[in-house]
């Protein structure tokens, strides 16, 4: 897997690759809905005639993902938001999905308890990539500096690692200066 340092924010670079392969119409995931902000940015990129379809464990990120989008101008026909976990995706999703955004962790503002697990995190990845179209990203912000995330972001590292023969590219993008639990974001574009 190749490494960059990146100078700017790690979301913005993750926004930036994923903004360069959406297009207008396409379907896209978010399989952590957290708070929604990466949903609101993946109904922006597919615009009207696209489908952003998330996944999240908790009602509160649902709420507040829907309430973000609503709030923004999002009409509900853009998005489909399921009180699910990421690892159950595959029996919601099409073929060809242009991306897949994870940003692995907790809730910010809410239950530090409630994490993503590294089994789910690592069966959520297999169906993310079987579900890319060719070209497509797929993106992992990983957090090593809470409890359990240290675990989780060794093995995404270690799948990406895996992976990394089998699509165009695979890359970790760190900040400089990065220390062992800053957080750092891969990203894989499928071949």
């Given at each position: 897997m190749k490494q960059e340092i990146v100078e700017g924010s790690l979301l913005e670079t993750a926004h930036a690759l994923i903004d360069a392969v959406v297009h207008e119409?396409?379907?896209?995931?978010?399989?952590?809905?957290?708070?929604?902000?990466?949903?609101?940015f993946l109904a922006n990129c597919v615009g009207v005639g696209g489908r952003v379809i998330g996944f999240d464990l908790q009602q509160d990120a649902i709420d507040s993902a829907s309430r973000h989008m609503?709030?923004?101008?999002?009409?509900?026909?853009?998005?489909?938001?399921?009180?699910l976990g990421h690892e159950l995706m595959a029996a919601h999703l099409p073929?060809?999905?242009?991306?897949?955004?994870?940003?692995?962790?907790?809730?910010?503002?809410?239950?530090?308890?409630?994490?993503?697990?590294v089994s789910t995190t690592l069966q959520a990845l297999d169906s993310a990539?079987?579900?890319?179209?060719?070209?497509?990203?797929?993106?992992?912000?990983?957090?090593?500096?809470?409890?359990?995330?240290?675990?989780?972001?060794?093995?995404?590292?270690?799948?990406?690692d895996r992976v990394a023969q089998s699509v165009d590219s695979a890359t970790c993008?760190?900040?400089?200066?990065?220390?062992?639990?800053?957080p750092f974001l891969l990203v894989a574009q499928k071949s």
């Amino acid at each position: 897997m190749k490494q960059e340092i990146v100078e700017g924010s790690l979301l913005e670079t993750a926004h930036a690759l994923i903004d360069a392969v959406v297009h207008e119409g396409d379907v896209v995931v978010d399989a952590t809905v957290g708070n929604g902000h990466d949903t609101l940015f993946l109904a922006n990129c597919v615009g009207v005639g696209g489908r952003v379809i998330g996944f999240d464990l908790q009602q509160d990120a649902i709420d507040s993902a829907s309430r973000h989008m609503s709030e923004s101008g999002i009409g509900s026909g853009v998005y489909d938001l399921h009180l699910l976990g990421h690892e159950l995706m595959a029996a919601h999703l099409p073929m060809g999905v242009a991306a897949v955004m994870f940003n692995l962790g907790y809730l910010p503002g809410g239950d530090k308890g409630v994490i993503t697990q590294v089994s789910t995190t690592l069966q959520a990845l297999d169906s993310a990539l079987h579900h890319l179209r060719g070209g497509g990203v797929l993106s992992v912000m990983c957090y090593p500096g809470h409890l359990g995330g240290d675990a989780e972001a060794q093995a995404v590292a270690g799948w990406f690692d895996r992976v990394a023969q089998s699509v165009d590219s695979a890359t970790c993008y760190q900040r400089r200066g990065a220390r062992e639990t800053t957080p750092f974001l891969l990203v894989a574009q499928k071949s």
